[in-house]
């Protein structure tokens, strides 16, 4: 079964990885402002949340949900976005599928690569979503919350390649990736067609370094 086939059972891990990658990239925005970076707290509160009330009351975790999720692309609309979102918009144009699939893979690898260029403000990220204790210096807080992201996708048990793209599809991506990505203000760290690849790449099954 394709992932386009099985798109519903990923359902609501890919929804809760896009509405956390829209947030996350909103907050460490070079130009984002309190009132951003506050909105962005409370979105991976409410999805973090919801999680926690899925089991006891599957509707309102849905409700709760949904509410994030429209709060997260409202700081998308508003140009606060970044290159996990970029990519994840590329793969969902190219494939149908959701953002949150590709989004989920990308996002650690992009938050590692900014390195102190961003490492204050995902500390400050984490601390601030009870993700990490508040105590801890912004290497080991920033380290842990990327950790952390990686780790909610194994929770949900999400691929971790895009079963559909093939190599000759690449270019296509990344040219995508950067017309989205002209919409969003500057992330801490600029990238061009050949940074891309490096993300772009990995996402495919036959990936060198899934064969290692």
């Known amino acids: 079964m394709t992932t386009a086939q099985n798109h519903t059972h990923y359902y609501p891990g890919a929804t809760?990885?896009?509405?956390?990658?829209?947030?996350?990239?909103?907050?460490?925005?070079?130009?984002?402002?309190?009132?951003?970076?506050?909105?962005?707290?409370?979105?991976i509160m409410q999805l973090n949340q919801a999680m926690a009330i899925a089991v006891e009351n599957a509707g309102l975790a849905e409700a709760i949900l949904e509410k994030a999720v429209e709060q997260a692309e409202q700081l998308s609309e508003r140009g606060y976005g970044g290159y996990a979102q970029a990519i994840g918009y590329a793969v969902h144009f190219n494939y149908f599928i959701s953002e949150g699939l590709a989004e989920a893979i990308v996002l650690p690898e992009i938050l590692k690569s900014y390195g102190a260029k961003a490492e204050q403000k995902i500390a400050s990220l984490a601390r601030q979503t009870g993700i990490v204790a508040t105590d801890l210096p912004d290497e080991r807080a920033a380290r842990l919350f990327i950790s952390w992201i990686d780790q909610q996708r194994v929770l949900f048990e999400?691929?971790?390649?895009?079963?559909?793209?093939?190599?000759?599809?690449?270019?296509?991506?990344?040219?995508?990736?950067?017309?989205a990505a002209l919409h969003f203000y500057p992330a801490p760290v600029f990238y061009d067609a050949l940074d891309l690849e490096q993300f772009i790449t990995p996402l495919l099954l036959s990936a060198p370094e899934k064969n290692e």
């Open 16 to 43: 809760y990885m896009h509405a956390l990658t829209l947030a996350t990239e909103a907050y460490i925005s070079q130009f984002s402002k309190k009132e951003i970076q506050a909105s962005a707290v409370q979105i």
């Open 158 to 179: 999400l691929p971790d390649h895009i079963e559909q793209m093939r190599p000759q599809d690449i270019p296509d991506i990344i040219d995508d990736t950067l017309d």
